[in-house]
C-alpha cells in the first residue's frame, strides 16, 4: 500500500493562507482517490477534499472558494492550498488515498492509506 507524508502545516493568523502537500511513496497504489481529511481531538474526521484520477474535486461547504485541492503526478504530490484561513480551520490535517467510488470524502472508513497528519494552527 501506498505511503503518504504531510507537510506544510503551521501557524498563521486569520485571513492568511497556507499550503499543505502529502507526498506519495508509491503512487500507483494509491488507488483512484485522494482526499484532504481534518480532526480535532475527540471528533470525528471531516473530509476537506477530494480528487480523482480525471481531476474532479469535490469540497466540503465550509472550505469552498477558500480551499483548492490538486496533485501533480509527475511529483507524486497531493497539495491543499488554503486561503482566508479562519480559526475554525485550526485542526490535524491528514491526506488519504483508496479506491473510493464515487470520489469524495464523505466517509474516512473508505480510504485505506493515510499520513501522519501536519497541524494547522489559525489564530484570531
Known amino acids: 500500500q501506498g505511503k503518504l507524508v504531510e507537510s506544510g502545516g503551521g501557524t498563521v493568523q486569520a485571513g492568511g493562507s497556507l499550503r499543505l502537500s502529502c507526498v506519495v511513496s508509491e503512487y500507483t497504489a494509491g488507488g483512484n482517490c485522494m482526499a484532504w481529511f481534518r480532526q480535532a481531538p475527540g471528533t470525528e474526521r471531516e473530509g476537506v477534499a477530494s480528487?480523482?484520477?480525471?481531476?474532479?474535486?469535490t469540497y466540503a461547504d465550509s472550505v469552498k472558494g477558500r480551499f483548492t485541492i490538486s496533485k501533480d503526478k509527475a511529483k507524486n504530490t497531493l497539495y491543499l492550498q488554503m486561503s482566508s484561513l479562519k480559526p475554525e480551520d485550526t485542526n490535524m490535517y491528514y491526506c488519504?488515498?483508496?479506491?473510493?467510488?464515487?470520489?469524495?470524502?464523505?466517509?474516512?472508513?473508505?480510504?485505506?492509506?493515510w499520513g501522519q497528519g501536519t497541524q494547522v494552527t489559525v489564530s484570531s
Open positions: 488519504a488515498s483508496g479506491y473510493v467510488a464515487p470520489c469524495s470524502g464523505r466517509n474516512s472508513h473508505w480510504f485505506q492509506n
Open positions: 480528487i480523482d484520477s480525471y481531476g474532479d474535486t
